[in-house]
């Protein structure tokens, strides 16, 4: 297998979690790309140019963070499912688009500070920072542990540590102290550990 990624992205990071925890990081090569520069090994495997993709043994491509690791998890060979299956796989699947959601107003923001100043839209980052925070409340109230891992509490301890590391000045820690705990909880694991964005 090979997983396009950038040490930067949160979704990237996602896929290579859910390799390390269902023991197939050994079978996949993770490679290294700059989207931005349409890089071709890339773009043949997603005509848009985003991380994480992933080429199979067999030749497919699967792009879209969720859809990659529910693939991924399906092929597991060590660990605990990230997925459960029957009825119980849907408060988990939930819980991944909550904080999917929140990756994507962070993103959309980051995108916004990228602009020229003079083009930077107050209104809409103020939109997406409301929107964030709305996530980030209903997460916190649901006062989650780190297990049992699933990958629902996966896909928020990468989006609380993606907001410390393209958000510094987001204080996102006030008033959620049970997200806090999960974040230094999760970062121990060395799943996390070695997936840390930089």
Same mark, same amino acid.
């Given at each position: 297998m090979k997983l396009y990624i950038t040490d930067p992205s949160p979704y990237a990071r996602k896929c290579r979690i859910a390799l390390r925890e269902r023991g197939l990081s050994g079978g996949c090569e993770e490679t290294r790309v700059d989207p931005y520069a349409s890089d071709p090994d890339l773009v043949a495997a997603n005509p848009v140019a985003q991380v994480p993709s992933l080429v199979t043994d067999e030749g497919a491509?699967? *792009? !879209?963070? +969720?859809?990659?690791?529910? #693939?991924?998890?399906?092929?597991?060979?060590?660990?605990r499912p990230l997925i459960p299956a029957g009825e119980a796989q849907w408060p988990v699947r939930r819980l991944e688009a909550l904080a999917d959601a929140g990756l994507e107003m962070g993103v959309k923001w980051v995108l916004e500070k990228r602009r020229p100043e003079a083009e930077q839209s107050p209104t809409w980052i103020a939109r997406w920072q409301i929107g964030l925070g709305r996530v980030l409340d209903q997460l916190e109230a649901l006062h989650l542990k780190a297990e049992p891992l699933d990958l629902g509490v996966v896909t928020t301890g990468v989006l609380l540590s993606w907001l410390d590391f393209r958000h +510094? $000045?987001? !204080? #996102?820690? *006030?008033?959620? +102290?049970?997200? $806090?705990?999960?974040?230094? !909880?999760?970062?121990?694991?060395p799943s996390f550990a070695q997936t840390t964005p930089r």
């Amino acid at each position: 297998m090979k997983l396009y990624i950038t040490d930067p992205s949160p979704y990237a990071r996602k896929c290579r979690i859910a390799l390390r925890e269902r023991g197939l990081s050994g079978g996949c090569e993770e490679t290294r790309v700059d989207p931005y520069a349409s890089d071709p090994d890339l773009v043949a495997a997603n005509p848009v140019a985003q991380v994480p993709s992933l080429v199979t043994d067999e030749g497919a491509v699967i *792009n !879209d963070s +969720p859809l990659i690791c529910a #693939w991924l998890d399906s092929r597991g060979v060590s660990g605990r499912p990230l997925i459960p299956a029957g009825e119980a796989q849907w408060p988990v699947r939930r819980l991944e688009a909550l904080a999917d959601a929140g990756l994507e107003m962070g993103v959309k923001w980051v995108l916004e500070k990228r602009r020229p100043e003079a083009e930077q839209s107050p209104t809409w980052i103020a939109r997406w920072q409301i929107g964030l925070g709305r996530v980030l409340d209903q997460l916190e109230a649901l006062h989650l542990k780190a297990e049992p891992l699933d990958l629902g509490v996966v896909t928020t301890g990468v989006l609380l540590s993606w907001l410390d590391f393209r958000h +510094p $000045e987001y !204080d #996102w820690k *006030n008033g959620r +102290p049970s997200l $806090e705990i999960l974040q230094a !909880d999760l970062e121990i694991r060395p799943s996390f550990a070695q997936t840390t964005p930089r």
